[in-house]
């Protein structure tokens, strides 16, 4: 049923790269979701998007930045990656219709590894 | 914004139904319950939602307390693939940024 793709789903690097996870949705939604997510801890909301050119910052605040020039791409990038960087990033996006049946599709997340 | 409470953990045996008890004392009457699950090295994936009434869909049936104060999701029978992190969240139609909050949720395990 979901029709939203991360990639790449694992990634390993040494720190000080600059890395960019990618995330494209099929569903033509307005809303999208960056959540970090640490192994078996709370996914907390780092960026989100209201649709084109529209960017906000989540509860968790985030090295990270995100762009939204697309409707179905919403990418996530680090300058500078950081061993503390190190978790699981999961995207997400949504179909607002006056919140009654609002649904979040997730993608299956980048585990991403910083050395 | 109103928070949910859930046990960490809890166990079923497969075939067996399964009740995941959800407290939200300070919900507001605008609060919709939202559960969502988490299985292993996958995203999240909706549940169920409800505000007020029992709800049933074909992947289990939400019961809302009368006050509102406490919910329970029902799988009627327990999987292996049941197996996950259920979180019990609320959604808030006064908050503009209308965003889920996850917390810890319900891991369960189901036995064969």
């Known amino acids: 049923e979901a029709d939203i793709y991360q990639t790449p789903r694992y990634l390993v690097i040494g720190t000080g790269k600059k890395i960019t996870l990618e995330c494209s949705q099929t569903?033509?939604?307005?809303?999208m979701y960056w959540y970090q997510q640490d192994p078996g801890m709370e996914l907390h909301l780092i960026h989100y998007?209201?649709?084109?050119?529209?960017?906000e910052k989540g509860d968790l605040s985030s090295e990270s930045t995100v762009s939204r020039i697309r409707t179905e791409h919403f990418p996530l990038t680090l300058e500078s990656a950081r061993p503390s960087h190190t978790s699981q990033y999961l995207c997400?996006?949504?179909?607002?219709?006056?919140?009654?049946?609002?649904?979040?599709?997730f993608g299956s997340g980048t585990q991403l590894s910083v050395l | 914004d109103a928070k949910t409470t859930q046990p960490n953990s809890m166990e079923s045996n497969e075939e067996e139904p399964v009740h995941l008890p959800c407290n939200h004392s300070t919900i507001s009457g605008t609060d919709y319950i939202h559960w969502y699950r988490q299985l292993p090295s996958q995203g999240p994936e909706y549940v169920i939602h409800?505000?007020?009434s029992n709800v049933n869909n074909r992947m289990a049936s939400l019961a809302i307390a009368e006050d509102r104060k406490s919910s329970t999701l029902i799988l009627h029978r327990a999987t292996l693939r049941d197996a996950a992190v259920y979180y019990c969240i609320l959604r808030d139609l006064n908050n503009a940024g209308n965003m889920l909050t996850f917390g810890g949720g319900t891991r369960l395990m189901v036995k064969p």
């Open positions: 569903m033509g939604h307005d809303k």
């Open positions: 997400a996006s949504s179909e607002f219709r006056g919140g009654f049946n609002e649904k979040l599709f």
């Open positions: 998007s209201y649709g084109v050119n529209s960017t």
């Open positions: 409800g505000l007020t």
